[in-house]
């Protein structure tokens, strides 16, 4: 993990997960207001089996599929 900064970490986690969370949290009233609705996440085969040199990438995409 040290061929990535902390900066840059932060960053693929805030777009491929904080990103996420953002959007969800946009449309929940509108879907418990309609007691409906329906959430499409793409994640990455790299989040279920890891990649070894795509360490930081991996983590957010099961941090995806863990959301």
Do not use: H
């Not at 959430?39 to 040199?53: D, E, H, L, N």
């Not at 990438?57 to 099961?62: G, H, L, Q, R, V």
């Amino acid at each position: 993990m040290s061929q990535i900064s902390e900066a840059e970490w932060d960053r693929l986690f805030d777009v491929n997960v904080k990103g996420i969370y953002t959007c969800v949290n946009a449309v929940m009233p509108v879907f418990l207001k309609k007691q409906s609705g329906c959430i499409i996440t793409v994640s990455s085969m790299w989040g279920q089996v890891g990649a070894s040199c795509e360490v930081a990438y991996s983590a957010s995409k099961s941090a995806v599929i863990g959301l």
